[in-house]
């Protein structure tokens, strides 16, 4: 198929004429042989700014690492203590359920700005925070503009950011 980026060799070896990007494009398909068509995630970065878009939020089903949630198997017993310690750390439940929706009844967010420079666990969601609202709208444009860019199948992007 076609790729949609180009070689960073230049830049690792020193190239005088190397050129970046601009923009790092991520995508999450939650497609294929699972349980539903799940959520579409789809993220864009410039350095700074992370959005995160999401279509079909409401089907509630994400890819889960086993490793986080599988005891016998892994040993982790971060999943099962987040959810005993709930009512001490909510917010801290709240991310794992976010994460986990179709088993801790999550909801997840349809779109999320982070500043990453400041915030870089990216815990402080900016979507609806006029101060945030221009790099939100250029980030989200450029998401878009590369979603038709790649003729992506799986999302199609509103005109204007959906910041409900």
Do not use: C
Not at 32 to 60: C, F, T
Not at 127 to 143: A, H, K, M, T
């Amino acid at each position: 198929g076609n790729l949609h980026g180009h070689s960073i060799r230049p830049i690792l070896e020193g190239a005088s004429n190397a050129t970046g990007h601009d923009y790092v494009f991520a995508e999450i398909s939650n497609r294929g042989p699972l349980p539903n068509d799940g959520m579409q995630e789809r993220s864009i970065y410039d350095g700074q700014y992370r959005l995160i878009y999401r279509e079909r939020v409401d089907a509630a089903w994400r890819q889960v690492q086993a490793d986080a949630r599988d005891w016998e198997r892994w040993r982790n017993r971060s999943y099962d203590e987040t959810i005993r310690v709930r009512k001490q750390f909510p917010e801290q439940y709240r991310v794992l359920a976010e994460m986990d929706p179709q088993n801790l009844g999550g909801k997840t967010p349809r779109l999320e700005l982070y500043d990453v420079k400041n915030d870089p666990d990216e815990m402080q969601n900016l979507v609806g925070n006029v101060e945030f609202d221009e790099p939100l709208l250029r980030l989200y444009n450029e998401l878009k503009a590369w979603t038709v860019r790649t003729a992506d199948p799986a999302v199609t992007m509103p005109a204007e950011p959906p910041v409900d």
